[in-house]
């Protein structure tokens, strides 16, 4: 169990590095881009999911869906807070 939460923290971390790499901004700093990142993953296996995409269970499957849901985090915190 504690290895399971060790590797969702890092791919959060690398996930949500990535994200803000890609979305080019000032950054938020490493620990909202962490927590980005993991529920990032969250937003990110749950849109999959509903949408019915299927990656794969394994870490670069989960990375992927993890940056994608933290692009899309960013990208609305940014939409919200510009009004």
Do not use: N, P
């Amino acid at each position: 169990m504690k290895q399971y939460m060790i590797l969702a923290l890092i791919i959060g971390a690398v996930a949500g590095w990535l994200a803000g790499q890609i979305m080019r901004g000032d950054g938020y700093g490493i620990i909202v881009d962490i927590l980005l990142g993991i529920v990032g993953g969250w937003f990110g296996g749950w849109l999959f999911g509903k949408l019915g995409i299927h990656i794969g269970h394994g870490i670069i499957g989960s990375l992927f869906i993890a940056v994608v849901g933290a692009v899309i985090l960013i990208w609305l915190t940014r939409l919200i807070s510009r009004k």
